[in-house]
């Protein structure tokens, strides 16, 4: 089982829930926690991993043999970057734009472009509480983050329960952070800035065919248009959390509420119980609608 | 003689936009201030790289001059690998910018005079104004 904790807006809580899940599974499952807020992560604030290894990650840049080249400009026009600039005796490269797709070095009629490593960041594995604990970390004022989220993926155990925390918005960063995930828990708050986010990142989940709950947090305060919209569009609330002090003072502290309370270790076991049923039953619909469009 | 100009649309009395990759258009006048040619900036609408393009582009129209605001740092390396000459402070009319340059009252760069994305933003924060050095 792979879930995605996604949420449109930024600080509704996708890191706290994801770790108290995970905490809460890791006495009965093996399970991997994969931080794919490579601009940001935190988890580990949380969860304090010995980390084991560190390995670098990078993008392949093309480099020019200057000697080959013809400056016809075939590499320019495949470019969907502007990451070259071709004039009659010279060629640019603009490294930063690149998005190392290889487009440039695969049609270059010369073979003047070999593809050159370029480091963007680094994955970074270790252990938390008996949780397989991954996360990247995108060197300052790099954009290109999701083939980082790629490599912090690649370290991903389909024999466990993986748990990916995912960056906030609907941009490539979060698709790239939940594709391929057979459920996404959105995590949101019962305020108009909430639910304007949660209805885009419903649109994108739509988009990419992955079934979707929602998880209200500081659910007593704000408004009832979450719960309203999600009636409407037919996506489960799993959980509500309330706005509590206990909950602030401990997450203050960077200290995941399960390590404290059997009571909240249960909420979220009732949670995870909630998310595999639900997920189940989008699978079952989905093996429906497969079988009625076979005919 | 080619000189680009940065504007917001076709013909001599449009007004001039500031930006460089992201201006909507371009006119191309000969030293006598005649229209040559126009054309819409084809990377107006660029998720990346406009700066980068919008050089290719008028380095490829055969340019030999260019009249702009402001230019960032791409769109300067890749338009100083052809020897164009770039002039910044423009401003009014495509008309207006082309007496200004007639005029001298343009700065002649080489380094650019707003950080990157400049242009994304629609103004404002960028350090403006030109370093001019002369001597083209």
Known sequence: MILAIASGKGGTGKTTVAVNLALALEENEEVQYIDCDVEEPNAHIFLKPDFGSTEMASIPNPEVDENKCTYCGKCKEVCSFNAIAVF???????SELCHGCGSCAYFCPEKAITEVPRDIGIVEKGVAHGIDFIHGLLNPGEAMSPPLIDAVKGEMDSQKVIIIDAPPGTSCPVVTSVKGADFCLLVTEPTPFGLNDLSLAVQMLRKLDIPAGVLINRADIGDKRVEDFCRREGVPVLMHIPFDEELAKLYAKGEPVVLHSSIWRDRFRGLWTKITAASDAAAGKETERKEVDAG | MKIAICSEGPGLDSAVDRRFGRCPHYVFVNSEGKIIEEAANPSVGASGGAGVQAA???????????????????????LSTSGIKIYTGISGSVADSFSQYQQEKLTPITDSTVPQHFGMRGGGGGRGGGRGRGGF
């Open chain 1, 88 to 94: 009659k005796d010279n060629i640019l490269v603009f």
């Open chain 2, 56 to 78: 290719q582009f008028i380095i490829d129209q055969g340019a030999d001059v260019l009249l702009t605001g402001n230019v960032g740092p791409k769109a300067l390396a890749a």
